[in-house]
Nanobody, 123 residues
């Protein structure tokens, strides 16, 4: 069983920064592609934010966050991070990390999910 626990969310002003962490239990963390998704208030769907390959050698970002967010991972610590800079009010959402076996922007390709952490950006 793989469990994911996000942390690091909070309230920040426009232009501020936050770093989210996702700690993953299990011995096979280094085998998983890790992704971040978010669900904004009033939105039905979670939207893709970023993913990182199992080795960390390949990353991909949604256009809305590219250049502002950075995904990284430490396989020795079973942890994936999302550094979020230059935050905007439209980044307000619950952020979820997810683990899967293929690189994908589709949430259906991820098998395990965390419970989410709230990020609120005030204007």
């Amino acid at each position: 069983q793989v469990q994911l626990v996000e942390s690091g969310g909070g309230l920040v002003q426009t232009g501020g920064a936050l770093r989210l962490s996702c700690a993953v239990s299990g011995r096979t963390f280094s085998s998983y592609v890790m992704g971040w998704f978010r669900q904004a208030p009033g939105k039905k769907e979670r939207e893709f934010v970023a993913y990182i390959s199992s080795t960390g050698g390949h990353t991909y970002y949604a256009a809305s966050v590219k250049g502002r967010f950075t995904i990284s991972r430490e396989n020795a610590k079973n942890t994936v991070y999302l550094q979020m800079n230059s935050l905007k009010p439209e980044d307000t959402a619950v952020y979820y990390c997810a683990a899967g076996l293929v690189t994908s922007i589709s949430k259906s390709q991820y098998d395990y999910w965390g419970q989410g952490t709230q990020v609120t950006v005030s204007s």
